[in-house]
């Protein structure tokens, strides 16, 4: 059974970094897409940026240029590094991840992924 557990969350003033980690573990696929998502009170779960098993990445809008989504076979570890932070990136944190054919382009479509983590809070305040 696949398990994700978040951590590396926390509360920053505007400006700053966060690093969070996903630890995967019970997972089998040899191809997938992974990635983060976040849910801030009142609003739906949005994607934040994935990655395929190739290192493809994808990001939303609202922070490229400023996070990067990144991985760790060796260790099973999926990476979101967090600058430049803003009060609107305020959001609970989520690890997903799903199979996927080789080679096939990740989404950030919160529908397209089964597996989730618990979620960890990132906290900015200005």
């Known amino acids: 059974q696949v398990r994700l557990v978040e951590s590396g969350g926390g509360s920053v003033q505007s400006g700053g970094s966060l690093r969070l980690s996903c630890a995967a573990s019970?997972?089998?696929?040899?191809?997938?897409?992974m990635g983060w998502f976040r849910q801030a009170p009142g609003k739906e779960r949005e994607g934040v940026a994935v990655?395929?098993?190739?290192?493809?990445?994808s990001y939303a809008d609202s922070v490229k240029g400023r996070f990067t989504i990144s991985q760790d076979n060796a260790k099973n570890t999926l990476y979101l590094q967090m600058n430049s932070l803003e009060p609107e990136d305020t959001a609970m944190y989520y690890c997903?991840?799903?199979?996927?054919?080789?080679?096939?382009?990740?989404?950030?479509?919160?529908?397209?992924?089964?597996?989730w983590g618990q979620g960890t809070q990132v906290t900015v305040s200005s």
């Open positions: 990655i395929n098993v190739n290192g493809r990445t």
């Open positions: 019970g997972y089998t696929y040899s191809t997938y897409c």
């Open positions: 997903a991840a799903d199979r996927r054919a080789y080679g096939a382009i990740c989404y950030l479509a919160v529908s397209g992924y089964g597996h």
